[in-house]
């Protein structure tokens, strides 16, 4: 048997999807990656009546030995009854990815509920149109899949959720499980084996977004994941295996990311926002292609060019050329002199190899007095 299908004959059995001994044929049931990759459109032409879709298992995607048990107890309790998980944490870190990595590990469909577009109970429960002349109820997507059953609903960013909408989801997320719905003139029935994710961005930086409250977040939150950025070595592991990227520009990448990101929280931060793992995905597979030029535009223009040579701009312009040097130089400076806000930045060419805070040789190019 391949590697290819003894993983996912051991994730078969690991999340109950048939017996230990019958797990190798859930492979017949299931093609394997490779096949599912030149399957994809058909299979999504096929769900486009109802929008779900059954994830690929992402060899690439770290989880913890604490998510896998998660999932397991996800999965055998929602056999029962239906099961709720609230994932928050900062963008980028993998909130979503998770969520489609349950359904993935455990062949369910899943039904992807964008929240901050979805603003309408139309869009969410359906409603009257005229067909032939006749008045006709259009079912809508979250119907027909929630109600078939044995499905993922992932509510990707929940706190977007207008509060007129939550207050015909509360009956569907508690012990009810269905809510009388008027202008259909029936139900909306959560059917046997659903699993609720919800994904949660917090906090004054994420404009549009609701402050939940104690009863939605008791319905969204049976159990809740802190989803936090992968440790070092494991992000760098991930691009590497997702990108193609060398192991010693990826841990560059990843340092230059950790910094960013221990930079943008408390009292004494100098980044307004840290550096998601979705970004320095997006880095890495640009510097495949053209090298550590192409950082301008995947990481340092991300950043507010206000305050000039002081700016966060500036400052990630010259985390770059600490680990990168020269190979970034010449377009660092047009850019820099371009953006920040019509002044140009000192030279990154004549930063010292080895300045005050600064040191190529070491994984931490600040210094502890400034951490």
């Known amino acids: 048997m391949s590697s290819t299908k003894k993983m996912n004959a051991k994730v078969a059995s690991t999340y109950g999807i ?16 490779e096949e599912r990759v030149s399957e994809s459109l058909s299979t999504n032409q096929i769900n486009a009546a109802n929008g779900a879709f059954v994830p690929s298992i992402d060899p690439t995607f770290f989880i913890t030995s604490d998510i896998e048990s998660l999932f397991r107890r996800v999965s055998i309790l929602s056999k029962k009854s239906t099961q709720k998980v609230l994932l928050r944490g900062p963008h980028g870190a993998g ?4 969520a489609m990595q349950y359904a993935a590990r455990t062949g369910k469909q899943i039904l992807i509920m964008d929240c901050a577009n979805l603003r309408e109970a139309r869009d969410w429960f359906g409603y009257k149109t005229i067909e032939d002349g006749k008045i006709v109820w259009h079912t809508s997507q979250f119907d027909k899949v929630i109600s078939k059953g ?5 509510l990707d960013e929940a706190n977007r959720v207008h509060p007129t909408i939550f207050n015909t989801l509360y009956p569907l997320l508690d012990g009810r499980g269905f809510t009388y719905f008027e202008e259909k003139g029936g139900c909306i029935t959560v059917g046997p084996n659903v699993v609720f994710f919800s994904t949660m961005n917090e906090g004054a930086a994420y404009t549009g977004t609701t402050t939940t409250d104690v009863a939605m977040r008791d319905r969204l939150g049976q159990r809740t994941v802190e989803v936090t950025y992968l440790p070092a070595d494991k992000e760098v592991e991930l691009l590497v295996k997702r990108t193609g990227i060398k192991e010693k520009p990826a841990k560059d990448l990843v340092n230059i990311a950790n910094q960013i990101r221990a930079k943008s929280t408390g009292i004494n931060s100098t980044f307004s926002e840290g550096f998601s793992t979705r970004q320095l995905i997006a880095c890495a597979e640009d510097y495949v292609i053209d090298g550590a030029e192409t950082l301008t535009f995947t990481m340092s223009n991300l950043f507010s060019a206000e305050g ?3 700016s966060e701009r500036a400052t990630v312009l010259q985390l770059i050329q600490g680990k990168f040097g020269a190979e970034i130089v010449k377009d660092a400076k047009t850019d820099a002199a371009d953006t920040l806000m019509g002044t140009t930045p000192p030279s990154l060419a004549s930063i010292p190899e080895e300045e005050e805070g600064y040191d190529d040789d070491d994984d ?7 951490m």
């Open 18 to 33: 048939v017996s230990k001994a019958a797990a190798e044929t859930f492979e017949a049931k299931r093609p394997a990656p």
């Open 150 to 154: 044995n499905c993922v609903i992932l």
């Open 95 to 98: 909130k979503t990815e998770t």
């Open 364 to 370: 931490d190019d600040f210094d502890d007095d400034d």
């Open 308 to 310: 000039g040579t002081s």
